[in-house]
């Protein structure tokens, strides 16, 4: 799925509920009419905003993007604004049944919000993508969720984000959450994320010698106070791949200390979460963090600890079995180490 604002089509009338447009001034313009009455925007064809733009989803009614095989680009918003702002009281749904289109987004070198989400210290809003390609890279910000929280401020909290399908990719560089929170002198919660289909790929790293980094999912970095906490995620289906360099793959952020781990439900699909230096746990809190979090597979509460990488969880008990104890049909093949877990759930036909 792709989202790029181009001249290469006409403008479109706007002010309905649903429209189709072909570029930046009129995307913009059916996007905030949408939001009054809601609606759907169609892409007529590929756009690419310009440097210094962004798109904005306004307060209100759920809007919805369908990019109906075309690509959207923002890539050169000013350093206080995401690229796509959606911030808390506004929802933008993404789709793109008829494929493949993209939506590519990415804050400045030196940008302090989300890439989707908030601004500088704004939570982010709801974000729902059904299909597509969204690929979203942050520097102090999330990749997707919450701005950074400024010099007196704690980091942005992380949006509600939920992927129903598609690929996604959301990056942050410098502190922030790939999804969830912002940094911050504290970093902001990881807020809701709901993964039912698709590929999900979050990440977070820091520009060295900096050492704050968000969670691959959950909390955002903390920069002389605690990391954010790791919020609550689902995952019912799909594949999700979260990564951190010192945060934990899913849960925490680093800090000091790190954030707590939140609560991580598991239900199906396959997830993988690591702390690639080992300093967070794969899921759970990060390093030093006060609290694990809790995990649970299928609805069963699990809740060993990680003798290292941070306060964490581990994968079930021996005595557990591979078979769930609530749905005996379901399977899953779990393993943990130092700042790992992984697991995969498959059913027993």
Known sequence: MSITASADAGP??????????????ALQ?????AATT???????????????????????QPVTLDLNGFNLTVTGPIQTQAAIHVRIGASLTITDPDGPGTVTTAT???GVAAAIGGDVGENGGAIIIDSGSVNATAVQGAGIGGGYGGLAKPGGMGATVTVNGGVVNATSTDGGAGIGGGAGPAGGEGGVVTVTGGKVTATANNLAPRPVVGAGIGGGGGDGAGGGGGGTV???GGTV?????????????????????????????????????HDGAGIGGGVAASGSGQLTLDGASTGIPVADGGAG?????????????LTPALEYTATASTGYFEIEFSWDR
Do not use: E, K, M, W
């Open 241 to 277: 791949v979260a990564t951190s360099s010192i945060g934990s793959g899913i849960g925490g952020g680093s800090g000091s200390p790190g954030g707590p781990g939140g609560t991580i439900n598991l239900f199906g699909g396959t997830v993988v979460a690591s702390s690639v230096n």
């Open 38 to 60: 809601g609606g759907t925007v169609t892409l007529g064809a590929s756009v690419t905003a310009a440097y210094g733009q962004r798109l904005d989803v306004p307060i209100g």
């Open 108 to 110: 400045v070198g030196n």
């Open 313 to 325: 969880t581990a994968a079930p008990a021996p005595a557990a079995g591979p078979r769930s104890p």
């Open 29 to 33: 313009d059916a996007v905030t009419a």
């Open 234 to 236: 689902t995952v019912t």
């Open 12 to 25: 479109s009338a706007v002010g309905d509920a649903s429209s189709t447009v072909g570029t930046f001034a």
